[in-house]
């Protein structure tokens, strides 16, 4: 009978040794769980594969796709989680695309490992029917959701959005470009619909924080940083919708030396940044995972050059 008692105390100490250690484990699991995401992100390159010349210019020496590859791939190498993104206009503005009318790029930025894209005005400067040609070589998905291209031969070719999973976090990217009418010829974007950024903007980050259950919401925008009239920027983006935590711009070359913060419909913070023009920056975004919720640990555009 001693001898029974003695095991059942000894059982009874064990069990509650065991429940102080389940008790504590969640803590100890939620902090080993932290992870670190890195964001890259160009836009308006427009096709400026090579460094500008040493001329004198501001930008003498600066870019340049190889360069840029180096970058990247230091930073991959320093970085457990990292995503590339692209805002638009990824075509014209060098004889690159006047003679090839894209191929370089797309091929240059298949090597480089983008992981998705979204579409500027100067993506249709070819015509819709090249777009397709070009788009059709890329690795990449281009994530547009208010354009609407039933009744053209981009009909399927792109994707409102995709959610990438990097050490366990879910990441909801979705793309959104600007109003085509008056910018860009008809008869080069033909039968696209346009359709309003905010409705879709909320409505695509919705569905990425409820339904897809993502951690983090990011949008390609090609809207443009900010204007002076009521035309819809990235400024009007972030304020009028909810569940966009970050904005990666394109289109009005604006060049932040951080990213800008502004609060949404619920008063919380959004993100925006954007690099410039020319892949002469790349912008860099370092991201902290923990229960759920991230923290920007630095935000700053790295120069390409040699």
């Known amino acids: 009978m001693d001898a029974l008692l003695s095991n059942r105390r000894q059982f009874l100490k064990l069990l509650g040794s065991a429940a102080v250690v389940g008790a504590t484990a969640p803590e100890v699991l939620a902090k080993a769980k932290a992870t670190q995401i890195t964001i890259l992100h160009t836009n308006?390159?427009?096709?400026?594969l090579d460094p500008f010349p040493f001329d004198g210019g501001r930008n003498a020496g600066k870019g340049g796709v190889a360069r840029r590859?180096?970058?990247?791939?230091q930073i991959r190498k320093e970085k457990p989680h990292v995503l590339l993104f692209d805002a638009g206009d990824i075509f014209q503005g060098t004889p690159y695309f006047n003679l090839y009318l894209g191929e370089p790029e797309i091929l240059a930025m298949n090597r480089l490992g983008y992981d998705a894209g979204t579409i500027g005005n100067h993506d249709f400067d070819g015509g819709i029917d090249n777009m397709r040609t070009q788009f059709a070589k890329a690795d990449f998905p281009f994530l547009i959701a208010n354009y609407d291209f039933r009744n053209t031969v981009m009909d399927g070719r792109t994707k409102p959005?995709?959610?990438f999973v990097r050490g366990g976090v879910r990441i909801g990217v979705f793309g959104l470009g600007i109003e085509?009418?008056?910018?860009?010829?008809?008869?080069a974007y033909r039968?696209?619909?346009?359709?309003?950024?905010?409705?879709?903007?909320?409505?695509m980050a919705r569905r990425l924080r409820q339904d897809e259950k993502c951690s983090y919401v990011i949008c390609l925008s090609h809207l443009g940083f900010?204007?002076?009239?009521a035309t819809v920027s990235d400024n009007v983006l972030?304020?009028?919708?909810?569940h966009i935590d970050l904005i990666i711009g394109g289109h009005t070359h604006t060049f932040l030396n951080a990213p800008v913060s502004?609060?949404?419909?619920?008063?919380k913070p959004t993100l925006i940044n954007q690099v410039g023009f020319a892949g002469i920056h790349l912008g860099q975004l370092d991201l902290t995972f923990e229960r759920g919720k991230a923290t920007l640990n630095d935000g700053k555009p790295v120069a390409v050059h040699g």
């Open 44 to 48: 308006d390159v427009h096709s400026r």
């Open 69 to 73: 590859l180096t970058l990247i791939q």
């Open 161 to 163: 959005y995709q959610v």
């Open 180 to 187: 085509p009418k008056g910018l860009i010829p008809t008869d």
């Open 191 to 203: 039968e696209t619909k346009y359709l309003d950024p905010i409705e879709i903007g909320n409505d």
């Open 226 to 229: 900010k204007y002076n009239d």
């Open 238 to 242: 972030a304020a009028k919708t909810r």
């Open 262 to 267: 502004v609060n949404n419909l619920d008063g």
